[in-house]
């Protein structure tokens, strides 16, 4: 098993900055990957980004430029550093790693990001 905590969300004006930080605990030895997906109101929940084990990163087209993701692997922690926020980046913000042996996928309980224009 593994628990995700998130924080870090909060209201910012358009332009600004925020980072998510995401620490993990339990069997974090089995994860492989792990990233930041978002969900806006009415809204399927969407890949923002990842980081696997090894380092290599993905980012959702919308983000790329202004988001980056890094792993503190002493703290077990995954960060979001949200940079150049929009309007169209507000949304509840949820943690995620994934264990490919037993294929699952383990969620955080979400940090709300709120951009004002």
């Known amino acids: 098993q593994v628990q995700l905590v998130e924080s870090g969300g909060g209201l910012v004006q358009a332009g600004g900055s925020l980072r998510l930080s995401c620490v993990a605990s339990?069997?974090?030895?089995?994860?492989?990957?792990m990233g930041w997906y978002r969900q806006a109101p009415g809204k399927q929940r969407d890949l923002v980004a990842t980081?696997?084990?090894?380092?290599?990163?993905n980012f959702a087209d919308s983000v790329k430029g202004r988001f980056t993701v890094s792993s503190d692997n002493i703290k077990n922690t995954v960060y979001l550093q949200m940079n150049s926020l929009k309007p169209e980046d507000t949304a509840v913000y949820y943690c995620?790693?994934?264990?490919?042996?037993?294929?699952?996928?383990?969620w955080g309980q979400g940090t709300q990001v709120t951009v004002s224009s």
């Open positions: 980081i696997t084990s090894g380092g290599a990163t």
């Open positions: 339990g069997s974090i030895s089995s994860i492989n990957v």
């Open positions: 995620n790693a994934v264990v490919w042996r037993t294929s699952t996928w383990y």
